[in-house]
Structures are given as structure tokens and as C-alpha cells.
């Protein structure tokens, strides 16, 4: 990946969105809404038909963080103002500037969902909206456009246009109420698209919940460079970076196995010191720092206990084929 794309995230660290004690394009992590970073609620549903006092509480009482909600009417407001973090502007409502307006005037974080046939310049102007009631606290939220799919036909270009063009931050609503996101394809494409957060339908199945996660977790340390500013940041990071490469790590061993299974003599005993030397030789072009002389200690670990593994791993299924020693 070139500079040019990587995505600055500095330049919205100042821009960042608190929402309870979540912090939304503070860098990283990726936030995940209606996952374990913050909750939504939509009063939608109800049709104003049970106070929104009764269902906000009932949310609340189960849960302590964030909690973001979505008024049907402006007769929610109080209620919200109340009990929540924050505010969610449904797309459907994107455009019912009064209750914009009044939503910003609450002074709690406002989640501004595209309407579905909105333009990026009608999008950005209901920032415009928020900020003239005194409300800078605006997250744009990207949530597909009107073709209908079995999935959010999300519009990835535009979210990064609005991101760039707004300074602000962005999410990208990915579904999964459905169960149609857990896959983690499209939460990946949204992280990768530089979305700082991901809004999952309330109640999406833990496998969509699970595959947000692991986008934003194992994803976006690959794809974004961070640029730590405090020894808990800088390990935070760590954390991330170290999340990535366990998962790379298990997967190569899986495969380092299907080799030794494969070759005509595996195990340590079929080692090749020259395709080893070519690997490390191979990964030093992406680890210049490094280079050749450091990483090669590091792949030989690596190496050496995927061999172990796989010699283990065709150890237990000999015995379990031959029967257990006890019984031989
Ligand atoms: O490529 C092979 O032949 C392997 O057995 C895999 C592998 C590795 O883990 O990458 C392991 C041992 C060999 O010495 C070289 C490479």
C-alpha cells in the first residue's frame, strides 16, 4: 500500500466523538456499535406506542456503557436527553430538519445516518444543522444506499468522501439483524475504507457481532498505521499488531502442517534450508528495519514450531489409529 493511501488518522484525532466513555475516530481502535464497545436502540419500532422512558430504562438496565438511541419523534427527546449517551438520526429522518435541530440542541453526541437517497452534500449539511444549534459533537454514519440487496448496499466511496470532506467521523452501518454480515466481509471493506466505527443492527446474532470484532481487531492494524502518542496508547497498539499476527501465525502453521503431510518426507527430518533462507529473504523486502539478519532467528522459532506441531499432531494420529499404548 502506497502513503498516499494510508489513511492519516492523526488528522481526525482531534475530531474525535465521545460518546459515554467510547471515543469514535480517536485513531483506533474501531469502534463497534451494537457490539461490545457501545449499544443502540432503535424507539422506531414502537411507533411511539410504549413510553420511550420504559424502553430506554429496560436497555439500560442490562447494560452500563455507551448507549446510543434512535427517537421515533421528537416526543423521545426528554427521555433520550435522560438515559443516553447519544443520539442516532436514523436515514429515514436525515432530512426532517426539525428534528435534527432539536436532536442537537440535547448537546448529546448525534450519529447522522445517510438517508438512503441523499447526496454527499445533503449528508454533510445536516452537520451544518448541528453546528448551528451549538452541537459539534456529529459522527456520519454511512448506511447504504436504495438498491435492494440481502445485504447494506454500502457506499464505501462516499463515506470516505465524507470523512475527508468533514473532518468528522465516520461509521458505516453494516446490518446483521438479518444475519446477513457475519461473513465479516463487509465490516472488513468499512474498516479497510478507513470507518472508524461499525453500527451493527441492534440485536445482530454474536457471529456478526464476532466477525465486527475481528475486523476491527485482526484488519485494521494492517491496514492503518498508528502513530501513538502515550506509553498506554503505544501498548494498546501493541496489543493490536500482536492480535494480527497471532492470527497470521496460527494460520501458517495450519499450512506449514498440510506441507509436512504433503512432502514426500515432512518433519524436521525433510527441512530445507534453502527455501527458508529464500522466505526470510522474501520477508525482509516488507521488514526492511529488520532485514534478513534479524528476522531469520524469528522464522526459525516460527518454523521450528510449526515442525513440532505437525510432528506431535502425526504422533497423536498414529496412536489413534493403533489404538492408545494402555490398550496395544
Ligand atoms: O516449504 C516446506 O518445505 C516446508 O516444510 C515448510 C517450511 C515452513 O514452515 O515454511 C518448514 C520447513 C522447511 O524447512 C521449509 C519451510
Redesign the pocket.
Known sequence: MSNAAQLDRRAVRGRAVRVGDLAIGDGMPVAVIGGQDARWLSLRGHHGGIPADEVICRARAGWDGPLLVEPFSAADLDAIARHADGVVVGAAWMQDFALVRAVARLGLPVIVQRGRAATLEEWLAIVDYCVAEGNDLVVLCESGSRTPLEGVPLDLTLMRAARERSGRPVIASIGGGDGGADDGVLAAAAVAAGADGLLLDPGAPPAVVIAAHEAATVLAPLVRPEAPATLAEARAAIDRVDAALATLLER?VA??GT??RL?PV?GFQ????E??RR?VAAMACRAPRLGEERLAPV?NA??EA??RLAEAERGDARLRSHGSPDHA
Open positions: 501458517r499450512l506449514a506441507i509436512q512432502k515432512g525433510g527441512r530445507d534450508m527455501r527458508e522466505l522464522m516460527v518454523i510449526g515442525l
